[in-house]
């Protein structure tokens, strides 16, 4: 929530930051289910996850305000 909430004055309205919260959820699962200990052998689970969110975010955001 904190990350997106980074995003929220730049938004356009309330629905876009609603959807940005469904889309942490979403990043969030999905860096759980690919979390690799032995692959990510220098980064914690939930720095892993945390960079994750952040980077589809990123993502998310740049599409929302392209519409």
Do not use: M
């Amino acid at each position: 929530y904190k990350l997106a909430q980074k995003y929220r004055s730049q938004l356009h309205t309330k629905e876009n930051f609603e959807d940005l919260i469904q889309e942490a959820d979403i990043a969030i699962f999905q860096a759980l289910k690919d979390y690799d200990p032995a692959r990510e052998k220098c980064s914690s689970e939930s720095t892993y996850v945390y960079n994750r969110i952040k980077w589809h975010l990123g993502r998310v955001f740049l599409k929302i305000n392209q519409h």
